[in-house]
């Protein structure tokens, strides 16, 4: 899959398609149905599907000292998008200079000028421009006068509420699991460079893959059940410790998952670690031996969980 920016004429190949527009963030359920619903329209019409996304998150512009919350990287997004069938990665360099544009500016020199869209598909509730000044019915006005079909997609609901990206995050932070997994149709996983660490995991039988949180959201601090991707195709199992390290000194936060029947190195490469279920609240222990008895009993309630999450 192509990703390609959207402050640049598209290549030719890919102009005239459809677009599927919005943040995506997550990619839930609701996502989904847009971006289905715009692969479907761009097949109907022959011509080529991308999605659009925003980098970053108009939220972190106007906000830039808020605490972290992205629920994907744009790498994660590009891979989910092509899984689902698009063609092409639109990125919005979220700046000044995007914001600045209103609704019909965006629509005339973006959407119509850099891109040539057909068909623009996008949530009930999306809105764009300056100020916010552009919703559906603004984009499905300049539509018709610019000569390209709009649709907004309904709402997805789940349990009766809306799902959302917000209604994940809320699940996260509670370390709910399964909710999150359940509106995403995935376990929420965090992609990261292995790092160089102090290395006492290794030195106490219990080796682990250090990972930077970065721009992810927090999910609830703890010791959690989880899946990891491997460079080469592998999954495994293991037991992850995300936080602060209460037990040791410095405090770091970090992504620390050691991986069952793992003895090599994965310094430097990137991986992906899918957090299953939430084990237990992080703790600071006295000693070595108290903090190894607990590693040694969160690895087994981890496989247990991990066993029968398979047999499910």
């Known amino acids: 899959m192509e990703r390609l920016s959207g402050s640049v004429r598209v290549p030719d190949h890919l102009r005239g398609g459809v677009i599927a527009l919005g943040n995506f963030d997550g990619f839930h359920i609701g996502h989904q149905a847009v971006v289905g619903r715009a692969i479907a329209m761009a097949r109907a019409m022959g011509v080529p599907a991308l999605v659009a996304t925003f980098d970053p998150h108009p939220v972190r512009h106007f906000k830039p000292d808020i605490a972290p919350f992205r629920l994907t990287t744009l790498d994660q997004r590009q891979r989910l998008f092509a899984e689902a069938g698009a063609d092409a990665m639109l990125v919005f360099d979220f700046d000044d200079q995007l914001a600045a544009l209103t609704a019909e500016e965006f629509v005339t020199e973006r959407l119509v000028g850099l891109i040539g869209a057909k068909g623009v598909v996008t949530g009930e509730d999306f809105t764009f421009g300056k100020m916010r000044g552009g919703n559906v019915d603004v984009l ?13 997609v ?14 994940i995050r809320d ?45 992810y959201l927090r999910p609830r601090y703890g010791i959690y059940a989880v899946r990891g991707h491997l460079p080469d195709g592998r999954i495994v199992g293991g037991a992850a410790n995300l936080g602060i390290r209460p037990s040791f000194d410095p405090p770091k936060e970090l992504l620390e998952p050691h991986f069952f029947d793992l003895s090599e190195s994965l310094y430097d490469q990137v991986i992906e670690v899918e957090l299953i279920h939430f084990l237990r609240p992080e703790a600071k222990f006295d000693g070595l031996d108290a903090l190894i008895a607990q590693i040694a009993q969160d690895c087994a309630d981890a496989r247990r969980v991990l066993a029968g999450d398979q047999a499910a």
């Not at 102090?198 to 682990?208: A, C, E, L, S, Y």
């Open 140 to 152: 499905a006005a300049l539509g018709r006068e610019h000569g390209f079909e709009t649709e907004a």
């Open 154 to 167: 309904a709402p997805v609901t789940a349990d009766g509420e809306v799902v959302s990206s917000s209604r």
């Open 171 to 215: 699940a996260l932070e509670d370390g709910d699991c399964a909710t999150a997994a359940r509106l995403l149709t995935r376990p929420f996983a965090i992609q990261g460079v292995v790092q160089h660490g102090d290395k006492v995991g290794r030195t106490i039988g219990f080796p682990t893959a250090n990972i930077a949180m970065g721009p």
